[in-house]
């Protein structure tokens, strides 16, 4: 079973394993990678690796290291320049505990990171699989992923924003690092692009994202930070969008392997029944 303590306590070890002398920037990260976070990515990370069979400590290195994607993209994308929040997850947001130009390069630094910690996985699996696998990880960060995703969003004025528009944005920004934590580990395993097992857990990915996505905008329902044009709820109706949040996550394959598939589904069913 996924432990996040273990993970945390791994996630830290291997960065202070790294890091130099004492910085600001050093302090920074340490921040970021101490702010509690669900470690969703690396427990579905951690689900399809015991699927496929992968070696355990090539999960939790693949796991540490699209989190730390994940905490670049929350870092860089809670600056004023973006989404200029001042809390995240509880806690004053990077820039806020520190400033923005640490914020910035602890953000590069975080990503940085990851390109390092999977790079190690090149000794721990066979050339052809490392490659597969790292041709997933850059197309999830890069333009046809998360960041394209922001770019997409950035760009759109929200007054323009259509159903499918939102839909083509939350794939991106969202359900990219989503599919790259369950097909990586398929991929690193040595089980080939091709077989029918990788496109199930890509299904399940896209199921996961959709429905990941309306719960976030039920939990911004709720803290009356609802924006009607830029959220799902609000283009497609709120019961339609759950029906089919729980249709798909139901549906896909593997959905009962995945436990925060499972506590996904239980959050919507109980939003659905408060209608
Ligand atoms: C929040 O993701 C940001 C989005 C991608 C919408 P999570 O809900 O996984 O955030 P943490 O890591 O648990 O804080
Ligand atoms: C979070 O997106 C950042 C990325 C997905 C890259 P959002 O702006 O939609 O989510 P919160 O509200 O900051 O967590
Ligand atoms: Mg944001």
Same mark, same amino acid.
């Given at each position: 079973?996924? +432990? ?9 070890? =291997? ?6 002398? +004492? ?11 101490? +702010? ?20 355990? =400590? ?11 994607? @994940? ?10 320049? $973006? ?11 990077? @820039? ?5 130009? *640490?914020? $910035? ?23 052809? =699989? ?21 770019? $997409?969003? /950035? ?10 528009? /939102?839909?083509? *944005? ?6 990219? /690092? ?49 924006? =009607? ?5 609000? $283009? ?5 969008? *759950?029906?089919? %949040?729980?249709?798909? /996550? ?14 996904? %589904? *239980?959050?919507?069913? +109980? ?5």
């Amino acid at each position: 079973m996924f +432990s996040k303590d273990r993970f945390n306590q791994d996630l830290i070890q =291997s960065f202070l394993l790294r890091q130099g002398p +004492s910085s600001r920037l050093r302090d920074a990260i340490l921040y970021a990678l101490e +702010s509690p976070g669900k470690r969703l990515r690396p427990r579905l990370a951690h689900e399809s690796g015991v699927r496929f069979g992968l070696k355990p =400590s090539s999960t939790s290195r693949f796991g540490r290291s699209i989190e730390l994607v @994940h905490l670049f993209s929350l870092v860089h994308d809670d600056l004023p320049a $973006l989404d200029d929040d001042d809390f995240r997850r509880g806690q004053p947001t990077l @820039h806020r505990k520190f400033d923005e130009g *640490i914020a $910035l390069l602890a953000g590069d630094e975080l990503l940085q990171f990851a390109h390092e910690t999977f790079h190690e996985l090149s000794d721990a699996v066979e050339r052809e =699989s490392f490659t597969a696998a790292l041709r997933v990880f850059h197309q999830a960060i890069g333009r046809d992923g998360m960041i394209g995703g922001q770019a $997409l969003e /950035l760009e759109t004025p929200p007054g323009e924003m259509t159903l499918e528009m /939102l839909t083509r *944005i939350q794939t991106l920004k969202t359900g990219a /690092l989503f599919r790259a934590a369950v097909v990586i580990p398929a991929l690193l395993s040595g089980t080939p692009p091709s077989d029918p097992r990788v496109a199930g857990v890509e299904t399940f990915a896209s199921a996961f994202g959709f429905a990941f996505q309306i719960a976030d905008d039920l939990q911004d329902e709720e803290q009356d930070r609802h924006e =009607s044009t830029k959220n799902i709820l609000g $283009l497609m109706g709120r019961q339609a969008a *759950i029906e089919l %949040a729980l249709d798909r /996550l139901t549906g896909a394959p593997g959905f009962e392997a995945f436990s925060p598939a499972k506590e996904l %589904a *239980i959050l919507l069913e +109980s939003e659905k029944r408060r209608t």
